[in-house]
Structure formats: C-alpha cells, structure tokens
C-alpha cells in the first residue's frame, strides 16, 4: 500500500508540473512462455492490439493509453513482481492470467484497489473473500463443466452415464472439480476418475483403462494440446465412436482442430467468447497489427481482445464523468449494467454483453456449447445459462 500511495504522490506532483496527467495505464502478465503459453501467447496479442487500437482510434478523448505487457511464464512470483512494478507505473487496471497468481492477488488488488479481471476463469477469483476488486469476463469453467454434465444427462440414454474428468495439474485444472461432482450426483452421473494428466505425449493407457470401466463421456479441463494428444490416442484405439469427449474454455478453438485433425471432429465446447469468423473487427484489427492466420481465428486471440476492449470502456466512461483514476475506472465497471449506465456489447466479442454490478462480477452471463462438425466448430446450442449451477455452487466464506 505504500508503494502505491508513493506512486500516487508523485503523479500528483508530475501533474502538478504539467506532466502527462491524463494518461491512463493498463497492466497484462501471464504466460507468453511456459506452461499455457500456448493459450497465452494469443491472449497477450489480443490485449496488445486492442490497446494499440484503442490508441489510434481515439476511443478514449483527451486521454492517453499505455498497456505494459509481460511474460511471467505462468509462475506467481513473477506475476507478483510484474504486478508490484506496474504500482510503480501508476497502473490504474490489471489483467492478470493464472489461476494460481490471481488468486493469490487478490488481496493485493483489495489493498491497492486496482480493477482486475483475469483470464482464469476460476470461479473462486470472484468468490469471497478479498473479492471486491476482482472480475471474470466470462462464464466459470464451473459453470461451463456443470452445463457440458447437464447435456449428458439429456443425450445419455440407460443405466447411469459414466464420465471421466481429464483435467491440468494445477489450480486451473481442479477449479470446477467441486461443483462437477455435485452437479454429477444430481443428474445421476457417475465420475469414474478424476485424472491430473503429466507432461507426458501419450494417454493410452488411460483410455483402454476408462473403456474397460464402460466410460462414455471425457469431459476435459486443460489446454488444447493435451486434448488434441488425447483425442488422437482414442482415434488410434478406435475410441471416438463409442466415447464422447468435450470440454471447457481453454480446451477449445480452431487450435484444437489444427493440433488434433480428423480425431477432433464431433468434439464439444463450452465457452462463452464469440467463434472464430463471428466478428469482423476481431480480422480488422489482426490484420491491421500483422498477426498470423491462426492467431486471429483462435479464441484465446478474442478473450485478450475482449478484457482489453472492457478497461478501455470503463477508462471512457470514467473519463467522461470526470474520474479515469482506478478508481473511476472501479466504478465505471459496477455501473455497467442496465440498471445504471448500461451493460456494454463489446463489441460482440461475447455471446451476450458485458455487465457487472456490485452482486455480479462475471462479464458475459451466458454460454453456448458448439461442435466441430466438417473441421470446424460451429454452435449446436443458443447463449444461456446453467441454472443448475446456481443451485450447487457454494460461495465460499
């Protein structure tokens, strides 16, 4: 707290003398390498080009925008450093991206009342306590795993349907294990494993173990590379028509298909950002900023786009009512919602809009399950929300 009360003082000086007042500062750490860089590197591009296009496109008047990005390959301690040297820049928001370093910062956005939202989608980030700062701009990977279990308990047809949990060895990975069981006991599903996979390129072993238990659903909660592994070892066991495998966010997107070719198809996934093609602005700026092909269609490229886009929104309201400070900027993102100043479209980079409030702190309230089909995942369902989900998640004390 003192080092941010420091920084304050001595912005307050610089505008004192004329300096650059009016600038307003936004801080990106995750994992550009490392573990989940995969997924990272699109997000930190989509955080970049929005900013570089916020910047040229005027968005916020009389107002500078400087974004500060750094690889904290997916570890805490440098994530906290990153966030304790952004203090030092005047950062006004942070977008933060571990699960594991999120939740450990979330005090320190309390202390330092610094707007956060994450790229973990980790519903215990949102939850009490040291809470008040922090925002998800998506669905949870708890509500996103609990509707993927509710579309089994409707397509399964007999005795009890059997699901394995394939998950990452982390934080990331465990976060909707909870409430997936509460939610399996419900609909009457059996969990027959909850597996924590290794860095290792081969699950083989796996899944002749779940096909000889009568598993007939794989529901993953990873990063695409080891979905893609896993998929290609079902196909070469002959596995994928008589096991359905699915996912959450991060184990998604066209990457999902380039990675794992033919043995994707017929995958499904719960997300809650607009698909790859669904919004011409996202090919707009990708291009306008030279990114690949595979960058710009890649739904971890939308997400750093969208978390972006939301501070720079908040920033302009702020600004306009007279306050871009963080703490302007805090308030900003409660009012948005249509009760006061309305929730914002973001430019459709969600399958709904954008709204917190004090007693909301998730973005887009709604998700969609889509299916690859032809190579290509494509939307099997309408935006909604898991009601059920609602009905067992245990906020924490």
Not at 121 to 132: F, K, Q, R
Not at 241 to 258: C, D, I, K, P, R
Request: hydrophobic letters at 45%; proline letters at 3%; aromatic letters at 8%.
């Amino acid at each position: 707290m003192k080092r941010r009360m420091l920084s304050l003082l001595l912005a307050g000086l610089l505008a004192g003398l004329g300096a650059a007042q009016d600038e307003i500062v936004i801080g990106w750490s995750g994992a550009v390498t490392g573990p989940t860089s995969d997924a990272g590197q699109y997000v930190v591009q989509g955080v970049e080009d929005y900013c570089r296009y916020a910047s040229e496109e005027e968005l916020i008047p009389g107002h500078t925008l400087r974004c500060i990005t750094s690889d904290d390959q997916y570890d805490n301690n440098n994530t906290v450093r990153n966030f304790e040297s952004y203090l030092d820049e005047g950062m006004d928001a942070f977008l933060s991206w571990s699960t594991g370093s999120t939740l450990q910062l979330k005090v320190n956005a309390l202390e330092e009342q610094i707007p956060t939202m994450s790229s973990s989608l980790h519903i215990g980030v949102i939850d009490p306590p040291d809470n008040a700062y922090n925002f998800l701009p998506t669905t949870s990977y708890s509500e996103q795993t609990v509707a993927l279990l509710e579309w089994i308990a409707q397509d399964h047809e007999g005795d009890a349907a059997k699901v394995a949990l394939f998950i990452h060895p982390s934080a990331f990975g465990r976060a909707p294990v909870p409430d997936a069981e509460a939610a399996a006991e419900q609909l009457g599903i059996e969990i027959v494993e909850v597996l924590e996979h290794g860095e290792g390129l081969d699950y083989t072993a796996a899944l002749q173990r779940w096909a000889n238990a009568g598993v007939q659903y794989v529901l993953t909660q990873t990063v695409q590379t080891p979905v893609a592994t896993m998929l290609q070892n079902a196909q070469a066991l002959g596995l994928l028509e008589t096991m359905q495998f699915m996912g959450a966010h991060y184990t998604g997107s066209s990457t999902l298909v380039n990675l794992a070719g033919e043995a994707a198809e017929g995958f499904l996934w719960a997300m809650s950002f607009a698909n790859a093609g669904e919004v011409a602005l996202q090919r707009e700026i990708g291009e306008r900023f030279g990114r690949s092909e595979e960058a710009i269609l890649d739904v971890n490229y939308t997400s750093g786009l969208m978390q972006a886009a939301v501070f720079v929104e908040a920033a302009r309201r702020a600004a306009e009512a007279g306050d871009a400070s963080s703490a302007g900027i805090y308030a900003a993102l409660l009012e948005m919602n249509d009760e006061a100043a309305g929730a914002y479209d973001a430019l459709g980079l969600g399958v709904g809009p954008v709204s917190f409030s004090e007693d909301d702190r998730v973005g887009v309230d709604a998700l969609r399950l889509l299916q690859v089909q032809d190579g290509a995942f494509v939307p099997i369902t309408e935006p909604f929300q898991s009601e059920l989900f609602r009905e067992i998640h245990v906020v924490a004390e």
